[in-house]
C-alpha cells in the first residue's frame, strides 16, 4: 500500500503510537486524509479465524480484513446557510426539523434534473474545521471539506481528500455550480406593501370574475376562485390597515339549498372594477345593484376606497404588494414560470410598470377567449428562469403555496455561481446537516449532498469505543493469505462470515480495496459466504458479488437499529443514516441477491415500542428485505461501561431501569425477551419478514442443491434460528440470550 501524503511513524514517535506486541507489523502509518486515525499495517500469518466451539451462532468461521472501524465522510455545513424550503422560502440549517419539506433535485426519465419538493428525514449537528468558498455573486457558504456541491462536472468536494471510491474529486476555482443562485432576503411587509397587495389582490380578482346580471356588470370580491391562503392573508392585512368593517354576514343568493348557505370568508368589497364599468368603479365607492343591498354599512358591504385607491406615485414596496396580491388573484407557476392572466387591460399596464420599475424581465402574450362570453386575456410572464422567480417570490410575496417554489424547472447553473476563491476558515466550526428523500437540497442558491454519515464502531465487540474508532489494524495481505487457506486439502469449505466482528465495508476499503480479491477467492474455491454490513461501500462489489453468486451461495445483510436520526446519532455518533442503509438494501435485492436485516440492538424502553418497530420493519420490508432478525440491546464488559455513561448523560431517568434489566450481566432480562418476542412476532408476519431463512449450505453443497433456497439470506445473517426452547414459530426472528457475542453494541 503506497498512500500519498502519508507519514511513516518508525522513529521515538511511531513507538508511542504503535499497538505494543503487534506481531506481523509493517509500519504505522497517518496520513492527512484520515485526520485522527492511525493504521497499522500488518503481514497477516492467517485469515479464517474459527469460531470458538461454545459459541451458539450458526457458522465456524469469519474472515476480518480489518481490526477497528475508521470514519467515513461527513457531509456538513455552518449553521446559519439558507435552505430553500419547497414553497420558495428560506430557513436557517440550523433551525430545520425532520418532516419539514425543501427543495432537493432529482433526474426524470429523459435524464433531465428538475427540483422537486423533499422531505427532512434527519437532523443533526457536529464540529469540524471549515472551508469558506466564495462565488462569483458574492455569495459565501461555510462547509466541511469532505461536503460536496453540483457543478457542471458532477458532483465536487470542497476539499482534497479520499473518500470510499479512493481520491475524491475536488471543487476548484472557475467550476460553475449548479442551482437557482443567490437566495434573496425575505420582506417584511410595509404600510405601503400591505395596500399595494390588497388593491392588486381586489382588482384582479374581480376583473376574473366578471359577470353579467340583468344587464349590469357586477364585480364581486372574493369571488368563489380565490383560495384561502390570499382570503387569509387579505384578511389578516385589512385587520392591520383598520379598513371600517361590519360584522360578516352570511348571503342567501337564488339557487339550490347548498348553493343558499354561503358563509363569506372575508368582508365583501364591490364596485372595484376597472374604470368604465358601473357608478363609483375605481374610486372605491360601492355600485348599486337593482334589487340589491344599499351600499353603505347599514346594507353589510364594507367600503373600500382606502384599500383600493392607486396613490398617485406608487413607491416600490407598493409595486411590491400589487404584484403579491396580483399573483394570488390570477397568477400561476408551472415548471418554474410564473405567469399572471388578466382580462383587464389597465391592470396589464398596471403589472407591467411594477415589473419594469422592479428590474423583472417580462413579455406580455395575448390568450384568446376559450369561450364566447369570456374575453380574451393578457398574459405577462416573468423571463430570466429561477433566479427570477425566487426574487420576485422574494419581493412580491405571494401568499398561495402552489405559486411559489421551482419544482418541475430545470436544474441550471445561472449567472454567478463561479467559484472564485476556496479558503480554510482557520478552525472548528459547529455544522449541521440533513438527510432528505432525494439525497440533496439547496443550501444557498446551489445543489448540495447529503451527509450519509461513516462508518464507526457501533455493535462491535471492542471494550472502548474511542481506541477502536482511530486504531485500525489492516492485514494488508489478507487475501493472499486466505486463497491459500481455502486450497488447502483439509479445508472442507464450510460457510464463512465476514461482518460479524469488524465491519469489511468500511471507509479505509475505499482506499485499501481488500474486499475484491477476498471475494474471488472464496468464490474460486466454492466456500459459501455471507456480509454484514452497514456501510454503502459494498455497494462497489455489487457486480462482483453477484458473478460470485453463480458459482456459491451468497448471503447479504444490513443492520439497521432504529428510524430515529436524532437518537441514532446520539447513540452511533457519525454511523450511516437508516435512510443510507436501507437504500443499500434496495440496491442489494435490486441486483437479484437476498439481503435480510439485523434489527439490532433494540433499546428498552427507548427504541422498543411496537410503533417504532412497525415503522422501522415496514420500511425495511419496502425496501425490499428477504427477511428480518430482531435483537436486544447486549452489553459486554466495556461496551457496558460506555453504554452507561451514555446513558447517564442522555436518558438519566433510566439508569435504574436498565440497571435492573441488567442485573444478571450482559443480556437482559428473560421476562424482557419473552415480551419483546410476542410483540416483534405479529409485526413481521404483518410485513411478510417473519419467514424462516435458511442458513448456508454445509461443506461440499452448492445453490442449486435442497436447503440453498432462493431467497436465503445465509451463515451469520440466518441468527433467527437460535430461539429458546418454547417459544415456538411465533417468535422465529426474535433472538434471544444465545445471541451471537459478536454483534453487542460495542
Known amino acids: 500500500m503506497r498512500w500519498s501524503g502519508q507519514q511513516v511513524l518508525d522513529d521515538g514517535v511511531g513507538t508511542e503510537l504503535a499497538l505494543p506486541g503487534l506481531r506481523g507489523l509493517l509500519r504505522t502509518v497517518r496520513v492527512p486524509e484520515f485526520a485522527g486515525v492511525t493504521f497499522h499495517e500488518v503481514e497477516a500469518k492467517s485469515a479464517l479465524n474459527r469460531v470458538p466451539g461454545d459459541s451458539p451462532v450458526p457458522f465456524r468461521w469469519t474472515v476480518n480484513p480489518y481490526r477497528g472501524c475508521g470514519h467515513a465522510c461527513v457531509y456538513c455545513l455552518d449553521g446559519a446557510t439558507r435552505v430553500l424550503l419547497a414553497d420558495g422560502r428560506t430557513r436557517p ?78 471543487l476548484r476555482r472557475g467550476d460553475v455550480l449548479l442551482g437557482p443562485g443567490a437566495l434573496p432576503a425575505s420582506r417584511t411587509p410595509s404600510p405601503s406593501y400591505r395596500q399595494g397587495y390588497l388593491h392588486g389582490l381586489v382588482r384582479a380578482d374581480a376583473a376574473a370574475h366578471v359577470q353579467a346580471r340583468d344587464g349590469r356588470i357586477d364585480h364581486a370580491f372574493p369571488s368563489e376562485r380565490l383560495e384561502l391562503e390570499a382570503l387569509g392573508r387579505a384578511h389578516h392585512l385589512l385587520a392591520t390597515e383598520a379598513v371600517q368593517r361590519v360584522p360578516t354576514r352570511t348571503t342567501a343568493p337564488a339557487g339550490p339549498p347548498a348553493a343558499r348557505r354561503r358563509v363569506t370568508l372575508a368582508p365583501r368589497l364591490v364596485g372595484v372594477g376597472g374604470a368604465g364599468r358601473g357608478p363609483g368603479a375605481g374610486d372605491g365607492r360601492p355600485a348599486g345593484r337593482p334589487g340589491g343591498p344599499s351600499a353603505g354599512p347599514a346594507g353589510g358591504l364594507m367600503s373600500a376606497g382606502a384599500v383600493t385607491r392607486r396613490p398617485p406615485e406608487p413607491d416600490d414596496d407598493w409595486c411590491a404588494g400589487f404584484l403579491g396580491g396580483m399573483a394570488d388573484a390570477v397568477g400561476a407557476t408551472t415548471e418554474g414560470v410564473l405567469r399572471l392572466s388578466t382580462p383587464d387591460e389597465e391592470l396589464v399596464g398596471l403589472a407591467a410598470g411594477a415589473l419594469h420599475r422592479l428590474g423583472f424581465a417580462f413579455t406580455v402574450e395575448q390568450v384568446p377567449g376559450e369561450q364566447r362570453r369570456r374575453p380574451s386575456v393578457r398574459q405577462l410572464r416573468l423571463a430570466g428562469g429561477g433566479r427570477e422567480l425566487l426574487r420576485f417570490l422574494a419581493v412580491a410575496d405571494p401568499a398561495v403555496s402552489r405559486l411559489r417554489g421551482l419544482a418541475g424547472s430545470v436544474v441550471g447553473g445561472d449567472g454567478g455561481l463561479e467559484v472564485v476563491d476556496i479558503s480554510p476558515v482557520g478552525g472548528a466550526v459547529a455544522m449541521f446537516d440533513i438527510t432528505t428523500g432525494t439525497g440533496d437540497f439547496v443550501a444557498e442558491g446551489v445543489v448540495s449532498h447529503n451527509c450519509f454519515a461513516r462508518n464507526t464502531h457501533t455493535y462491535l465487540d471492542l471494550d472502548a469505543g474511542a481506541d477502536f474508532d482511530r486504531e485500525l489494524v489492516v492485514k494488508v495481505n489478507v487475501a493472499r493469505v486466505l486463497d491459500r487457506e481455502l486450497r488447502a486439502p483439509r479445508w472442507q469449505r464450510e460457510p464463512v462470515a465476514m461482518g460479524t466482528n469488524t465491519d469489511p465495508y468500511q471507509r479505509a476499503e475505499g482506499r485499501y480495496r481488500l474486499m475484491p480479491d477476498v471475494i474471488d477467492a472464496l468464490a474460486r474455491s466454492g466456500t459459501p459466504f455471507s456480509v454484514l454490513t452497514k456501510g454503502t461501500v459494498l455497494g462497489r462489489d455489487l457486480p462482483r458479488l453477484s458473478a460470485a453468486a453463480a458459482d456459491v451461495p451468497v448471503g447479504l445483510g444490513v443492520s439497521i437499529a432504529l428510524l430515529d436520526r436524532e437518537l441514532q446519532a446520539r447513540l452511533e455518533p457519525g454511523a450511516p443514516s437508516p435512510e443510507a442503509r436501507l437504500q443499500l438494501v434496495r440496491r442489494i435485492t435490486d441486483a437479484g441477491l437476498p439481503c435480510g436485516v439485523m434489527v439490532a440492538p433494540v433499546l428498552p424502553m427507548l427504541t422498543d415500542s411496537s410503533e417504532a418497530l412497525d415503522a422501522l420493519l415496514a420500511r425495511i420490508a419496502d425496501a425490499g428485505a428477504t427477511g428480518a432478525t430482531v435483537m436486544a440491546l447486549h452489553l459486554r464488559p466495556g461496551a457496558r461501561e460506555w453504554f452507561q455513561v451514555w446513558l447517564a448523560r442522555e436518558y438519566p431517568a433510566l439508569v435504574e431501569p436498565y440497571a435492573r434489566l441488567y442485573r444478571r450481566g450482559a443480556y437482559v432480562d428473560p421476562a424482557y425477551r419473552r415480551v419483546l418476542a410476542e410483540r416483534v412476532a405479529p409485526l413481521l408476519r404483518r410485513h411478510g419478514l417473519a419467514g424462516e431463512i435458511a442458513p448456508l449450505p454445509r461443506a461440499g453443497r452448492t445453490g442449486s442443491e435442497p436447503g440453498a433456497a432462493a431467497g436465503a439470506v445465509p451463515g451469520s445473517i440466518g441468527l433467527h434460528r437460535s430461539v429458546a426452547a418454547g417459544r415456538g414459530r411465533a417468535a422465529a426472528n426474535a433472538v434471544p440470550h444465545d445471541a451471537p457475542d459478536q454483534l453487542s453494541l460495542l
Do not use: M, N, Q
Open 93 to 170: 440549517i440550523a433551525g430545520l426539523h425532520p418532516g419539514e419539506v425543501v427543495l432537493g433535485t432529482a433526474v426524470d426519465a429523459a435524464g433531465v434534473r428538475r427540483y422537486v419538493p423533499t422531505p427532512v428525514l434527519a437532523h443533526w449537528s457536529t464540529t469540524k474545521p471549515g472551508h469558506r468558498i466564495t462565488l462569483a455573486d458574492g455569495t459565501t457558504l461555510v462547509a466541511s471539506g469532505e461536503h460536496r456541491f453540483l457543478t457542471g462536472r458532477g458532483w465536487r468536494h470542497v476539499a482534497p481528500g479520499w473518500c470510499r471510491a479512493g481520491r475524491r474529486r475536488r
